[in-house]
């Protein structure tokens, strides 16, 4: 079994989290195939998507080690436990529970545990955990991480929600190790339409800019 601490690397070195919201159960595997096929290997299924368990097992089952699949939207520990044994490898909250965090590290999985001010990213990371998602980013912007990282540079922050095509780079630039992306890579019409080949498209931009920062 990969451990924590290399999954964590993994997350790291990969940077781009791709935040699943679906419609249906079936579109996870298609879906997750597309981000595969563009170049994104990080994959949260939130809890939000009708049958999300099955949907992670199922997605373990077919892909194994082509992509790391997460959950999301985790609120307690039962729902950690239930998508661990289904094959979920890393555990996001959209907010800051010791009981997912010790749940989730007794089987070595890490966690993003949610944050939005400088007391509650402290305060994640004093309980454990790996990193902190910072949520919803899209009203504070890579410059409140910049300022949140000044007196903070121990934390490990992965922004969610405000990341796009022209955001990335300025978020990088600020010190985050790692970035959620939702709907402006999974957008409503890709999924209302299960336009996998769009979505593909769409995945190879946000790799294309990441990789430009990188070499930059």
């Not at 159960?25 to 879906?31: E, V």
């Not at 039962?78 to 959209?94: H, K, L, M, N, T």
């Not at 922004?159 to 939702?182: D, H, R, Y």
Request: glycine fraction near 8%.
């Amino acid at each position: 079994m990969t451990s924590r601490t290399e999954i964590t690397e993994r997350i790291r070195e990969s940077c781009l989290v791709a935040v699943v919201r679906a419609l249906r159960k079936d579109q996870c595997l298609p879906l997750t195939n597309a981000l595969i096929d563009g170049g994104i290997h990080i994959v949260e299924i939130t809890l939000t998507t009708p049958e999300a368990i099955k949907a992670i097992e199922e997605i373990k089952s077919v892909m194994g080690d082509r992509a790391l699949i997460g959950v999301g939207t985790v609120l307690n520990r039962e729902q950690c436990r239930a998508a661990i044994d289904a094959g979920a490898e890393f555990v996001v909250s959209p907010v800051t529970k010791k009981e997912i965090i010790d749940e989730a590290h007794r089987f070595g999985r890490p966690v993003m545990s949610g944050a939005y001010t400088p007391t509650e990213a402290q305060f994640a990371h004093e309980a454990g955990s790996d990193f902190i998602k910072i949520f919803p980013a899209d009203r504070l912007g890579p410059g409140y991480i910049k300022s949140l990282l000044a007196p903070l540079p121990h934390l490990r922050i992965v922004p969610t929600g405000g990341v796009n095509l022209e955001t990335l780079q300025g978020f990088l630039k600020a010190g985050c190790v790692a970035l959620g992306i939702g709907s402006s890579l999974i957008s409503k019409s890709i999924l209302q339409s299960d336009d996998w080949a769009a979505l593909t498209r769409s995945t190879v931009e946000y790799v294309n800019v990441l990789n430009s920062e990188k070499i930059g």
